[in-house]
Structure formats: C-alpha cells, structure tokens
C-alpha cells in the first residue's frame, strides 16, 4: 500500500508569497525538495497553500510538451478534435487535430492531462483529509477550504470522464468503464468505475460543496472557486447527463449569485477587449487564470496558439480559424462577426514584417495577447455567457420555450442589437446551439458538446483542409470519441483496462 506522503513543494508554495498572512520566512522553514504532510496540514494556512498550488498549477508550465501548457493547452487538444476550429501549416496540436494522438496512449496528449488531472485530485484529497479538524476553530474558512476541495475533485473527475470514457446516456444503465474515482490519498491500483459511479460521485461532491461555498469570498476571487462556480459545474455536468431541469435549475442558481457579486454580460466594444484582462476587462469571468507581467510561461501560453497578435511561430504560421460555415451562422448585425476574419488578411497583424503571417479565411480576432513580446495574458475558465447559454438549452430541451426564449434574448441583444427571438420547438434548441458554437468558440466546449448529444464530426463542406487535418468525418459511438488510456497508468496498475 502507498500513501501520498508527501505534497509536491512547488504546489505548495508557488503562490504562498500571494497569502495574505503569509510570513517572509515561510520558505526558509521548509524543505525546497518536499513538503511532509505533518508540515503541510499543520495549519489551515498550510493547507490553504496546497490549494493555491492547485490553482496555479493548472497554467503552469510542466511537462514534456510545449503545446501543453496546463488546462489552457488541454483546452486547446479537445478544440483542435471539434468541428468549428481550423488551421493550416503549423505542426502543434496537428496530430490531435487529425484524431491520432489522443488515441495513442504513449502521446503526451493522452498522459498529461490524467497525469494532471489525477494530481489535482490527490492534493485535493489531502486537504479533505485534514481540514474537518479546524472547523471549530474558523468555521468559514474551513468551509470555503472545503467547499473548494470537494469543487476542483468534482472538476478533475469530470474532465477525466468525458475524455477517457464513453459518453453518458440518459436512461440507460451507463455501466460501461468510466476512469477510477479516488477518494483519498492512497495510491493502491485501483479499476475503473463505471461512467455512472463517476456521475454520481461527481454530483455528490458538488451538492456538498455548494451549501459550503455560500458567501465565500476568496481574497482573490477570481481565481478560486466560488458558490456561483460551483453552481455553473453542476450545471455543465448535469447539461452532459442530459438532466435538463437540473441544468436549467442550477444555470440560473449559478446566475443568480454571479448577478448579486456584480457580473454581468459584456455588451458593445467590450465584447473586442480580447479577453486578455480578466480584472478591468472581461467582466463576465466567475473564474479565471490571472498572469502577472513577471509570471509568463512563454511559449506554452493559451494566447501564443490561439490570439492574432502573440508573435510566435504558432501565430505566424498557422493563425486558428472558425469554420466558416459557423461564422456565416452569424446574422449581418452580430457583433460577433469581428471575432473573425472571413478574408484571412495579413494588414492588421502585428510587426513589421507581415510576409511572415500565413493568411487564412475565417481567422482569428477573438483572442489577443496582452503583448505580442512576453505571451502574458488571463485565462477564463467559466464566463457569465456560458451560464445564460446552459439554462437556455436546458429550459428548451425541456420544451419550455417562452422561459428559454426570455433567458435567450438577455443574452442575444448583448452580441446582436437587434435581435429577435422567433423560434420555438427544435428550431429554438438549434438557434441555442448556433449561438454557443459563436459565443464559446476556442473555450473548451464544442468537442464536448458533439459527445454529449451524441453527434458526428463533420467538417465537410468548409474551410478545413484534408491534406492538413487529415479527418473530416467521424461516426458518433467511433471508438475515437474516447481517449487512449496512458500506457504507463496501464503498466503502473494492474487493475486498469484499455479503450479497445
């Protein structure tokens, strides 16, 4: 039997000089090689460090892979597999883009992310673990500690779930392999749960975290989970399940508490701030990756694959474009339309020596770096417009449309001034969908969305090109939709079976 003895120093103390309370001579106390876990949950303190290690983990650079940099960089794999993000000549993400190297299980496409994911989990662990004995002594902050543990637990699972097994199925038995679920610090070989014991442990650390998260106000909110985070994770798990009233009900939970701390929609020439700044900018950000000017990962940034302006190799060879048969989903008078360059110019790019952008139709302008130098620049993980998308679809798969069609319009006049709700019935549902592939373009979500709703790929008929993608049609239920579990967790655990 193993036991996660020891916290990994870099996760414990990379954001320690951030905490407030936090004395100077902290890190001359402690050994630089590792941390025991008599030190690490000596103090809520402490284990307030293990969680702020978590969260500045998830952008850090780690790893053999330069395309990889943290949860952006995993983002980015499962955009490259959809059907709305395109590009050509540069060779970073290509393979995943052709649906190769998520299925090896020696690619770093495939082990870093459960790699990442699962440490998420164990340092997670550790902190529930430990934390129950300080409840007496500072209530709130044992519950916001907690509440957020139990929240990144749910988060890691589920990415887990939704990349290495099959998807879940409303009304069925959904016993097919899931990943395993782990619940403490043990590093015992452990099989595979089903998809559904994944689910149900996803929603049971969710629904406990909630109540938790009521009126946590982290010192850095942004960064960390709060209640209305929670709220918008269980509305995203429950969307995948195909739960839709639970959706709807905890989108607008989500909603709600976001509404009442001063979130709001961006609207106008806010929706052109490149979503660079998520303190003074995007104001839609419930939780984010905030990078200071002297904390770049350079060229493992989300902004150096995805911006127009980052001047790196990635940008200037291979500039990501929409699908252009999305972006003409767009009515003349949506805002949006600016997020892309239907022409592929090269007269708006940065530098001087514009030769060296490959154009490309369709890309582009909705990302830009903070400077096209230093790579810097925020990254949000969840934005009030997912949440207003989410109880849209959600109220309208449940066939009730006026309700769907009010929440769609607060959300439509935003992107679109003149906008006017009409549809009803599967017409709204897809309207729903049009506007979620525009509004969450290169965020993590459209690979997902295929799975979920049990689509096909297809990129036919657009402005993908098959020398360069290589795959441009994949059966829903394709083995493919799976990703390969990691040879070494299959050479590691005895318990562990393959996707075949």
């Known amino acids: 039997m193993k036991q996660f003895k020891y916290i990994s120093a870099s996760l414990l103390i990379a954001l320690s000089v951030m905490l407030s309370g936090c004395k100077d001579d902290y890190l001359d106390t402690v050994p630089t090689a590792n941390i025991s876990d008599v030190t690490a949950f000596s103090s809520l303190d402490?284990?307030?460090?293990?969680?702020?290690?978590?969260?500045?983990?998830?952008?850090?650079?780690?790893?053999?892979?330069?395309?990889l940099g943290g949860e952006p960089g995993y983002i980015i794999s499962r955009e490259t597999l959809g059907d709305d993000l395109t590009w050509?000549?540069?060779?970073?993400?290509?393979?995943t883009h052709q649906w190769s190297a998520h299925r090896s299980a020696t690619n770093t496409v495939t082990t870093l992310p459960w790699r990442y994911y699962y440490r998420w989990v164990?340092?997670?662990?550790?902190?529930?673990?430990?934390?129950?004995?300080?409840?007496?002594?500072?209530?709130?902050?044992?519950?916001?500690?907690?509440?957020e543990a139990l929240t990144i637990r749910a988060y890691s699972h589920f990415l887990l779930v939704q990349m290495y097994g099959k998807r879940y199925q409303a009304g069925a038995a959904n016993d097919q392999p899931g990943v395993p679920v782990r619940l403490n610090t043990l590093l015992d070989p452990q099989a595979r749960n089903t998809v559904a014991e994944v689910y149900a442990q996803i929603n049971r650390d969710l629904d406990e975290a909630i109540p938790l998260l009521e009126g946590h106000s982290p010192t850095d909110v942004q960064t960390h989970i709060t209640q209305s985070v929670a709220y918008g994770l269980k509305a995203r798990v429950a969307l995948t399940q195909q739960d839709y009233a639970a959706?709807?009900?905890a989108a607008h939970s989500a909603l709600d508490v976001a509404k009442k701390a001063g979130y709001k929609l961006m609207e106008g020439d806010e929706l052109y701030n490149g979503f660079a700044d998520v303190t003074t900018a995007t104001k839609e950000a419930l939780w984010a990756a905030r990078t200071k000017s002297d904390q770049t990962v350079y060229f493992y940034h989300f902004m150096a694959y995805m911006s127009w302006n980052d001047n790196t190799t990635a940008i200037r060879q291979g500039v990501k474009a929409i699908s252009l048969d999305a972006y003409e989903m767009m009515s003349p008078t949506d805002l949006r339309r600016k997020w892309w360059d239907p022409e592929g110019s090269r007269d708006d790019f940065v530098g001087s020596d514009f030769s060296a952008y490959v154009p490309y139709p369709g890309q582009v302008r909705k990302f830009r770096a903070r400077s096209a130098s230093d790579h810097v620049s925020d990254y949000a993980y969840m934005r009030v417009a997912e949440l207003y998308?989410?109880?849209?679809?959600?109220?309208?798969?449940?066939?009730?449309?006026?309700?769907?069609?009010?929440?769609?319009?607060?959300?439509?006049?935003?992107?679109?001034?003149?906008?006017?709700?009409?549809?009803?019935?599967?017409a709204l549902v897809e309207e729903i969908m049009t506007q979620r592939r525009?509004?969450?373009?290169?965020?993590?979500f459209r690979w997902f969305d295929l799975k979920r709703l049990n689509l096909p790929l297809d990129r036919?008929?657009?402005?993908?090109?098959?020398?360069f993608c290589a795959v441009m049609q994949v059966d829903a239920g394709d083995i493919r939709w799976q990703w390969a579990i990691p040879q070494e967790e299959l050479d590691s655990n005895g318990l562990m079976v393959a996707n075949e």
């Not at 050509?88 to 393979?95: D, F």
Request: glycine residues 8%.
């Open 460 to 467: 036919k008929g657009s402005n993908f090109d098959l020398s």
């Open 247 to 249: 959706a709807a009900a």
């Open 46 to 67: 402490n284990l307030e460090l293990i969680l702020n290690g978590i969260y500045r983990k998830m952008v850090s650079q780690d790893g053999s892979s330069q395309g």
């Open 389 to 426: 998308l989410t109880e849209a679809e959600a109220l309208a798969r449940q066939g009730r449309d006026a309700e769907a069609q009010t929440v769609l319009t607060e959300f439509a006049l935003t992107r679109d001034p003149e906008y006017k709700a009409s549809n009803t019935g599967a």
């Open 122 to 147: 164990m340092h997670a662990n550790f902190i529930l673990e430990n934390v129950d004995q300080y409840e007496d002594l500072d209530p709130a902050a044992h519950h916001g500690l907690k509440g």
């Open 88 to 95: 050509q000549t540069n060779t970073w993400h290509k393979t």
């Open 438 to 444: 525009i509004e969450l373009w290169g965020e993590g």
